[in-house]
């Protein structure tokens, strides 16, 4: 009877805690999806097209920085660049994988492609849908 009881208490605890991290997924898996719907399903630094599957979510503050659990400081980004922005500030990110340095490691140069790349393709599928008349053309993009 004892060993019935400790076991059965072995199995609460566990299913207790499978619930607790179940929830947790589900509320992060929600931010990230939401976030990645306010976002236009695209990375916030790169712009690479994401999916539910590939999306990651981005502390824009970084929490050894000070930033908070909240969904104002979270954003939809894609693995690659969340590992690579580690701890930077946004701004700080964003210069340099915009402008990098000859003497920036390879991966910022990759992002820079990347992002160089999705604004090339999201251009020219804007231009596609101006010319068939699908979109409207608003204004010109200078920010490639
Ligand atoms: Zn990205």
Redesign the pocket.
Known sequence: MAKYKARSNFRKKNSAKRKTTLKHANFNKREREGKLREQGGQ??????GLNHKTVTLEHVRARSKGGINHRSNYKA??E???QLKGNMSEAAFKKKIKHPAVTDPFPYWE?HI??RLSLATNRSCRNIRCYVGIEVRQRQYADC
């Open positions: 990375c916030c630094y790169c712009f690479t980004s894609c690659a660049c969340n992002a990347r992002r």
